[in-house]
């Protein structure tokens, strides 16, 4: 069974930056693609940005979050990262990390495209 487990969340003010790192282990974990999703208060989950494992510059980040935010990743460590810059209070969301088997296209928007999930962390950015 394949584990996510993420870090990195708290409290920021707005302007600063913050990383999150998803770190992964288990017999299961073989991904294609991995990516954050957030889920604001009141909000659907929705993607931040998703990358393919195996692949090199496949990267898919929601238009709006382009130019802050930057997802990477270390394979060597099974570790995914978020690099999110110039916080806005909108950016107040549990953020989670997610791994999927599935090829990587269009879909990896999709939430229901991926097998495992972290149990989230907590941004929370005040003015």
């Known amino acids: 069974q394949a584990q996510l487990v993420e870090s990195g969340g708290g409290l920021a003010q707005a302007g600063e930056s913050r990383r999150l790192s998803c770190a992964s282990s288990?017999?299961?974990?073989?991904?294609?693609?991995m990516a954050w999703f957030r889920q604001g208060p009141g909000k659907e989950r929705t993607l931040v940005a998703a990358?393919?494992?195996?692949?090199?510059?496949?990267?898919d980040i929601e238009e709006s979050l382009e130019g802050r935010f930057t997802i990477s990743k270390d394979k060597f460590k099974n570790t995914l990262y978020l690099q999110m810059n110039s916080l806005k209070p909108e950016d107040t969301a549990i953020y989670y990390c997610?791994?999927?088997?599935?090829?990587?296209?269009?879909?990896?928007?999709?939430?229901?495209?991926?097998?495992?999930w972290g149990q989230g962390t907590q941004v929370t950015v005040s003015t």
């Open positions: 997610a791994s999927s088997a599935g090829r990587w296209g269009p879909w990896v928007r999709r939430l229901d495209v991926y097998d495992h």
């Open positions: 288990g017999r299961d974990f073989n991904p294609n693609v």
């Open positions: 990358i393919a494992w195996n692949l090199i510059g496949q990267t």
